[in-house]
T-cell receptor
Framework: AQKITQTQPGMFVQEKEAVTLDCTYD???????LFWYKQPSSGEMIFLIY??????QNATEGRYSLNFQKARKSANLVISASQLGDSAMYFC?????????????FGQGTELSVKP | DVKVTQSSRYLVKRTGEKVFLECVQD?????MFWYRQDPGLGLRLIYF???????EKGDIPEGYSVSREKKERFSLILESASTNQTSMYLC??????????????FGPGTRLTVT
């Protein structure tokens, strides 16, 4: 069965420091996509970063990078230079690319709190 | 910008009521989704639709039905609301990005309380 696991229910980080949010996944599909979303207290889901299973390089988007280790089936999100506005829920998700329409399988989420 | 709107941000209904949650997207996306979000469980897929009048069950369809009569609108129906359906409901539509991948766009969510 396909599954996403986020083992950190909550994390604290000091402002301006880097933080890593863990995500492991389970799939037997050879082709899939991995996503990270941010959900502030207002509730909207904000797309952060995407990694395709065949991408050779780790994805980066500004202060966000995805540490993709295919053999270990992990897709950790690294946020560099944390800001107070980074305080939010973070969700890791997987889309099996054979699936029509790109439905997502989500992890449980990690609540990140940035301390001033 | 893609816009996905949901009819209500907050909704309070009584047990046994029929509840309609409406979702509209303005970018002509073919695929639309309804998710339910609960603390510690993340988002779980209820139903999705890849075309008008087409629907497929997600992981937790029990107690829900959907309707898609027009491409831009996807409705989630709780035939007889129960307290265990108190939750945040998120609608999404998806755009094909190439290389067999899609990007999902989410609505603001509806927080439903069933009393």
């Amino acid at each position: 069965a396909q599954k996403i696991t986020q083992t950190q229910p909550g994390m604290f980080v000091q402002e301006k420091e880097a933080v890593t949010l863990d995500c492991t996944y389970d799939t037997s599909d050879p082709s899939y996509g991995l996503f990270w979303y941010k959900q502030p207290s207002s509730g909207e889901m904000i797309f952060l970063i995407y990694q395709g299973s065949y991408d050779q390089q780790n994805a980066t988007e500004g202060r966000y990078s995805l540490n993709f280790q295919k053999a270990r089936k992990s897709a950790n999100l690294v946020i560099s230079a944390s800001q107070l506005g980074d305080s939010a829920m973070y969700f890791c998700a997987m889309s099996p690319t054979y699936n029509q329409g790109g439905k997502l399988i989500f992890g449980q989420g990690t609540e990140l709190s940035v301390k001033p | 910008d893609v816009k996905v709107t949901q009819s209500s941000r907050y909704l309070v209904k009584r047990t046994g009521e029929k509840v309609f949650l409406e979702c509209v997207q303005d970018m002509d996306h073919e695929n639309m989704f309804w998710y339910r979000q609960d603390p510690g469980l993340g988002l779980r897929l209820i139903y999705f639709s890849y075309d008008v009048k087409m629907k497929e069950k997600g992981d937790i369809p029990e107690g829900y039905s959907v309707s898609r009569e027009k491409k831009e609108r996807f409705s989630l129906i709780l035939e007889s609301a129960s307290t265990n359906q108190t939750s945040m409901y998120l609608c999404a539509s998806s755009l094909y990005k190439g290389k067999l991948t899609y990007e999902q766009y989410f609505g603001p969510g509806t927080r439903l309380t069933v009393t």
